[in-house]
């Protein structure tokens, strides 16, 4: 699934293009809610004193909105990269890759 805190990784791969990257810009999008922010609590490492309304906006923010369909454009060389049932396509063809 794409997610905000996964796309920020995300960076464009074709040949050549090595500045100005990443993070690639969303066109045409469809966001999906994800549920379950109990995860925060009770499988990862934060304060157990945070309250919960601290743990829901992070896990909001965090993790909740993926990207369902869309397109995914490199702020440099504009290479588009689509995001097709939650999975985007990083593959490039034959002559973009380095
Ligand atoms: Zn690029």
Known sequence: MVRLIT???LACH???CTSNNFP???KDVQL???ESWGILRYRTKLP???D???LKTLHHVLLEIHVEEGIMICPNCKHNYPIS???PNMLLAEHEIG
């Open 7 to 9: 796309h920020n990784l």
């Open 14 to 16: 074709v040949k050549g």
């Open 24 to 26: 690639l810009e969303f």
């Open 32 to 34: 999906v809610p994800h």
């Open 48 to 50: 157990r004193c945070l």
């Open 52 to 54: 919960d309304d601290f």
């Open 85 to 87: 049932n939650g999975i």
